[in-house]
């Protein structure tokens, strides 16, 4: 059972930027799909972005496009969230993913990811 493990939330003024990350535990990291999702208070957990295993392709929520970027380095195990130009709409608790399935293509659809991390708060204030 992979682990996933993030970091790099914490509390920024608007307009600031953050970059997330995502460890995964084991050997089979690079050949699975990864995604960032999120989830404010009241509210249902929502796709943020995602990365294919090859990194040859990515796709972006729409409220994020332009701002956020999302990579991956196979050598880490590692997925990545850049996030700038943040705003108060974007503070939720971010969660890291993987999609079941190996080589499969990207999804934005929370029940595709099989494996996900505890999650990491991220606020951004006026």
């Known amino acids: 059972q992979v682990q996933l493990v993030e970091s790099g939330g914490g509390l920024v003024q608007a307009g600031g930027s953050l970059r997330l990350s995502c460890i995964a535990s084991g050997r089979s990291f690079s050949i699975y799909a990864m995604g960032w999702f999120r989830q404010a208070p009241g509210k249902e957990r929502e796709f943020v972005a995602a990365?294919?295993?090859?990194?040859?392709?990515?796709d972006y929520a729409d409220s994020v496009k332009g701002r956020f970027t999302i990579s991956r380095d196979n050598a880490k195990n590692t997925v990545y969230l850049q996030m700038n130009s943040l705003k108060p709409e974007d503070t939720a608790v971010y969660y890291c993913?993987?999609?079941?399935?190996?080589?499969?293509?990207?999804?934005?659809?929370?029940?595709?990811?099989?494996?996900w991390g505890q999650g990491t708060q991220v606020t951004v204030s006026m």
């Open positions: 993913a993987r999609k079941s399935g190996i080589y499969s293509p990207l999804s934005i659809r929370p029940a595709d990811f099989g494996s």
């Open positions: 990365i294919s295993w090859s990194s040859s392709s990515t």
